[in-house]
T-cell receptor, first 111, second 114 residues
Framework: DAKTTQPTSMDCAEGRAANLPCNHS???????VYWYRQIHSQGPQYIIH???NNETNEMASLIITEDRKSSTLILPHATLRDTAVYYC????????????FGSGTKLNVKP | IAGITQAPTSQILAAGRRMTLRCTQD?????MYWYRQDLGLGLRLIHY???????GKGEVPDGYSVSRANTDDFPLTLASAVPSQTSVYFC?????????????FGPGTRLTVL
């Protein structure tokens, strides 16, 4: 599975969009990009995933570049409750035993 | 709907003791997973089970064993605990073990081995 690179931390003002980048330059054609987040002391929470096309759900949008080597998670209107560690994960189609979370990005949403 | 429950919430354990962490899901998911989370290392997969009756090794399986006697339960056993197994343990499940599927996580068990 491709490994991912994310900034260690980011700040965002409350009410503004939070854009979290992820680099996955070694991604292969059948690997999905997932985003999870973990609020302090809780279990990870699924946010969104995609393969090639941009995706949007009630929580966020996922923008994947055309070459699929990087992606951006967008929280359109960040709130204080969005403060968490955000994990970008790349996972192969049948690699069920390989789901590397890495260290993630600590997003600090400030008033 | 409870989702995934884990027990105990936290535990302090003497080295050398045997310990079983419990995990139960009520979503009838086929696949279940055990992760440990350590500071600076993210989550690492210990063991997984694609369906009842089958298990497999993840990234860090040594010192741990699992069983999957039925769909709902996936206990993790430390046969003889060591201090390096001090960690937060998360159980997760998914409808299928393949990609494109969301994993649901439990609230975690904080284990301290002295």
């Amino acid at each position: 599975d491709a490994k991912t690179t994310q900034p260690t931390s980011m700040d965002c003002a409350e009410g503004r969009a939070a854009n979290l980048p992820c680099n996955h330059s070694t991604i292969s054609g059948n690997e999905y990009v997932y985003w999870y987040r973990q609020i302090h002391s809780q279990g990870p929470q699924y946010i969104i995933h995609g393969l090639k096309n941009n995706e949007t759900n009630e929580m966020a949008s996922l923008i994947i570049t055309e070459d699929r080597k990087s992606s951006t998670l967008i929280l359109p209107h960040a709130t204080l409750r969005d403060t968490a560690v955000y994990y970008c994960i790349v996972r192969g189609l049948y690699n069920f035993n390989k789901f590397y979370f890495g260290s993630g990005t600590k997003l600090n949403v400030k008033p | 709907i409870a989702g995934i429950t884990q027990a105990p919430t936290s535990q302090i354990l003497a080295a050398g003791r045997r310990m079983t962490l419990r995990c139960t899901q009520d979503m009838r998911h086929n696949a279940m997973y055990w992760y440990r989370q350590d500071l600076g290392l993210g989550l690492r997969l210990i063991h997984y089970s694609n369906t009842a009756g089958t298990t497999g090794k993840g990234e860090v399986p040594d010192g741990y064993s699992v069983s999957r006697a039925n769909t709902d339960d996936f206990p993790l056993t430390l046969a003889s605990a060591v201090p390096s197994q001090t960690s937060v343990y998360f159980c997760a499940s998914s409808d299928r073990p393949t990609s494109g599927i969301e994993q649901f996580f439990g609230p975690g068990t904080r284990l301290t081995v002295l």
